[in-house]
């Protein structure tokens, strides 16, 4: 039994914005309430092991409260609803030697998340139900947050035949996507759809047209010009943007398009939002807060990613969709590589950076510390709507609800150099940065798995 004392909470669900108590009781919130004391009723039937009837219980303890609850000073801190990033690669199985389930949750608790999403390019590539299963099992066994996998769309991600998507499904799927590839056959993606449209479940799209993307390796235009490297159009993204919000269109499935990089391909988003198609995007840190221009002549790898950084005035529509809520999720894309994988060539290195740790100190630093957002606006995108999309069941900061909370303190400092990751893999576009506000307690149904700042459990 926890009592979490006069923290700030913040939960637009339940219109709850100041300063309250929160009782835990085995995996629930027993109550919230502007003052909660150790010797309070909720705790009697927490003591009594659930017993109805612990009025005797409740009357032994009426002067000391219950020893066994622990009273947690979250004075000057902020506390929301477990926050949930729904696009992450743990590697595991087959490429182990970047990030497993084990490194990759203890990154997500020391990031403040309770949930997340992982993509399915792993080796083999989950496609099957025991895929899907063997993720959840290990990361109960690890027990630091619960792991939501997504299935592949396609058998090996090959895009010519169906994956195991039903059972999948039954088995606890999340979603389901070709995640670092995308369907490529605009009739194979309409028979996915069809398909997955039966399971209440999103479509998680990569948009990429390989044919246009090529050996590119950074935004076409003026940085691949200046820096003398093969181009990847912003069209290879956008051309499958309008491709399966035209198949959403005919199959009614969920579509949830992954890593939004463009002003078009927003724009695109908006209209079928405005047609009330079933569509949502999500957009990554590294697409908010940099773009081509800061890939300089020092080829820094780690601002290698896919899609590319594109240009300023992408980044500055981006922004706006995150401010306006057109934009639906921030996610990380957290995607771990080994040493040697990007300590290279640019144009050899590996696509992707890791971000499970520093999404939220960048989201606090550069949208709610510029005012673009408020904390309202950050709990939806980080918490309520990843939920939402991927049909979990709510959490809110209410009573009776999981007690999945991520609390934070704004004036945290955190250096972004290698020693402050707990991921296995260190390579971070925000490498050198100084931020301030991060998470520093964590619980997952209950169960608290970051502890000043510090991994438990």
């Given at each position: ?27 629930k919130i027993a ?42 000073d979250c004075g ?105 590839h995308g369907v ?274």
């Amino acid at each position: 039994m926890v009592l979490l004392k006069q923290g700030h909470l913040i939960d637009p669900q339940v219109n709850l914005d100041g300063i309250f108590d929160i009782a835990i009781v085995g995996e629930k919130i027993a109550k919230v309430a502007p003052h909660i004391e150790t010797d309070d009723a909720v705790f009697a039937t927490g003591a009594a092991g659930g017993s109805a009837g612990a009025t005797s219980a409740t009357a032994a303890s009426a002067d000391e409260g219950f020893s066994d609850v622990e009273v947690i000073d979250c004075g000057g801190k902020l506390i929301f609803p477990g926050l949930v990033d729904m696009h992450v690669h743990f590697r595991e199985p087959g490429f182990e030697y970047k990030e497993d389930i084990e490194t990759g949750s203890r990154a997500a608790a020391h990031g403040g998340y309770t949930d997340v999403a992982t993509m399915p390019n792993t080796d083999p590539v989950t496609d099957t139900g025991s895929g899907i299963k063997f993720q959840i099992d290990r990361a109960q066994e690890v027990g630091l947050v619960n792991v939501r996998p997504i299935g592949a769309l396609t058998h090996n991600e090959e895009g010519e035949a169906l994956a195991e998507i039903g059972d999948m499904t039954l088995v606890g799927a999340a979603g389901f996507s070709d995640d670092g590839h995308g369907v490529q056959s605009s009739g194979m993606m309409r028979t996915c759809m069809e398909y997955v449209s039966q399971f209440d479940r999103p479509v998680i799209a990569h948009c990429e047209d390989e044919s246009l993307s090529g050996k590119g390796v950074i935004n076409e235009g003026r940085a691949s010009t200046r820096l003398g490297m093969f181009g990847w159009p912003a069209l290879a993204e956008e051309l499958e943007v309008w491709r399966d919000i035209e198949l959403c269109r005919i199959t009614g499935c969920p579509l949830h398009i992954a890593h939004i990089s463009t002003k078009r391909s927003l724009e695109l988003v908006k209209a079928a939002k405005a047609d009330g198609l079933p569509v949502t995007c999500e957009v990554t840190p590294q697409h908010l807060f940099l773009n081509e221009e800061d890939i300089t002549h020092t080829y820094n790898t780690n601002l290698k990613i896919n899609p590319p950084l594109r240009t300023l005035n992408d980044m500055t529509a981006l922004l706006e969709g995150v401010k306006d809520g057109s934009i639906d999720a921030i996610v990380s894309d957290h995607a771990p590589h080994a040493e040697h994988e990007k300590d290279c060539e640019f144009e050899i290195a590996y696509f992707g950076t890791i971000g499970l740790e520093t999404t939220l100190p960048l989201v606090m630093n550069n949208l709610v510390g510029e005012g673009l957002i408020d904390y309202n606006r950050l709990v939806e995108l980080l918490a309520v709507n990843p939920r939402k999309i991927l049909r979990l069941e709510p959490v809110s900061l209410s009573e009776g609800s999981a007690a999945s909370l991520t609390i934070v303190d704004e004036k945290k400092e955190v250096d972004v150099v290698p020693g402050y990751f707990q991921s296995k893999s260190k390579n971070s576009a925000f490498l050198g940065q100084k931020l301030t506000g991060a998470a520093t307690d964590v619980f997952v149904d209950g169960k608290q798995t970051l502890k000043e700042s510090v991994v438990v459990g």
